[in-house]
Every structure is written in structure tokens, then in C-alpha cells.
């Protein structure tokens, strides 16, 4: 059974702590993504990660920063967390875009952690 | 903004009846796919439609795509109480997905 995980279902930190999120993912994908989910806003991606030590800036990466040191992990790091990034964090890996599953499956389907929430009080 | 918006965005529906979901889009793509996200969980892959498809079926759900419109609807045939949850479109132009604000679904038992 393909997995996400996330380290944590629930965090709650004080403004100006560094906080880390942790994801790692068992089905071999290059591809890896932090998005943050608010209500009203839908998902926005916050970083993405299309193989090791690389990364690339989503639509709101203000605040944040990555790190992939291995092809199955990938970190989310608030260096100063502040009230405004309370918020869900959910995490998702992807195979390469356009390499579908074995029988002409899905492109860039991608599959999500349960998520953290993560509360900065 | 979002690439894509759904509509509408909430829906309340007795357990049995269909219920319709419909997302627009402003750019081009190269597909579309629906996911489902329970009440505070992870979101779950449904259904994805290539932009050269006009319809696709996957057990009680069928997914339609009108790219001269862009848009596309979700439906979830004799809906089932357990189908409560809120339903996202993404679209894909590149490796990234942009995904809409979402439809949360209420099926009353």
C-alpha cells in the first residue's frame, strides 16, 4: 500500500520558534510538494522538489524554506514561524510528469500525506 | 487566482440522489483530475481526464470535459452518505497542479 507520511497530525509552536515539518514518501517518486490549505483558499503550493537537493519556489514561499537530502524525504522549515502561517500543511509526491503508470495510467496524479496542523500561537 | 473554480461551493443532497459538481478554468491544459478530501485529511486521487477526452467513468463517478468551455463536471451517481467530503479540480499545464477552492458535499442520510 503506497504511503505519505507526515511526522505530525497536530503542532502547535510559539511565534519565532524554527519549526519543522517532515514528509517522506515509499513509492520511489521524483517529485515532491508542500502546499498549505486555508479556508476559502483552496491549496497553494508553498515548494516543490523535483529530485534531490533541488527545489523550485510555488506560489507563496515567503517564509518558508525546503530541504531534500534524500529522494524519499522532503522538509518544510518555517525558520521564524509566525500567527499568520497557523494553517494545514499537507504534503504530496508525484512520479516524473508525463512517465504514467505501467498500462497507461494517470499523469501526475499525485498522492497526499494526512496533513499537520499546525497552530503558531 | 485559482486556475480552477468550482461551483458550487457547498451542496447538501439526501442520501440516493446524484449530485453535480462543476469546475472552470482559464488556461490551457494538458488534463484534469477531481480528488476528495475528507474532514481534515489528506486528499484522495479520483478520477483524471486527458485534455483529448470529453468523458470518463470510474465506478459511480463520471467526469466530463468541455475544453472549448473550459470546464468540466464531476458527478457522483446515487450518492452515499460516506461520499460527505469536500471535492477539488486541478489542473495541469506543467509538473505543478493548481487546484480550485473546492465543493464540500453534504449527503444527508
Known amino acids: 500500500d503506497v504511503k505519505v507520511t507526515q511526522s505530525s497530525r497536530y503542532l502547535v509552536k510559539r511565534t519565532g520558534e524554527k519549526v519543522f515539518l517532515e514528509c517522506v514518501q515509499d513509492m520511489d517518486h521524483e517529485n515532491m510538494f508542500w502546499y498549505r490549505q486555508d479556508p476559502g483558499l483552496g491549496l497553494r503550493l508553498i515548494y516543490f522538489s523535483y529530485d534531490v537537493k533541488m527545489k523550485e519556489k510555488g506560489d507563496i514561499p515567503e517564509g518558508y524554506s525546503v530541504s531534500r537530502e534524500k529522494k524519499e524525504r522532503f522538509s518544510l522549515i518555517l525558520e521564524s514561524a509566525s500567527t499568520n502561517q497557523t494553517s494545514m500543511y499537507l504534503c504530496a509526491s508525484s512520479r516524473t510528469w508525463g512517465r504514467g503508470l505501467a498500462g497507461g495510467g494517470s499523469y501526475n496524479e499525485q498522492f497526499f500525506g494526512p496533513g499537520t496542523r499546525l497552530t503558531v500561537l | 487566482s485559482q486556475q480552477g473554480e468550482e461551483d458550487p461551493q457547498a451542496l447538501s443532497i439526501q442520501e440516493g440522489e446524484n449530485a453535480t459538481m462543476n469546475c472552470s478554468y482559464k488556461?490551457?491544459?494538458?488534463?484534469l483530475q477531481w480528488y476528495r478530501q475528507n474532514s481534515g485529511r489528506g486528499l484522495v486521487h479520483l478520477i483524471l481526464?486527458?485534455?483529448?477526452?470529453r468523458e470518463k467513468h470510474s465506478g459511480r463517478l463520471r467526469v466530463t470535459l468541455d475544453t472549448s468551455k473550459k470546464s468540466s463536471s464531476l458527478l457522483i451517481t446515487a450518492s452515499r452518505a460516506a461520499d460527505t467530503a469536500s471535492y477539488f479540480c486541478?489542473?495541469?499545464?506543467?509538473?505543478?497542479?493548481?487546484f480550485g477552492s473546492g465543493t464540500r458535499l453534504l449527503v444527508r442520510p
Open positions: 486541478a489542473t495541469d499545464s506543467s509538473y505543478k497542479l493548481i
Open positions: 488556461t490551457s491544459i494538458n488534463n
Open positions: 481526464i486527458r485534455s483529448n477526452e
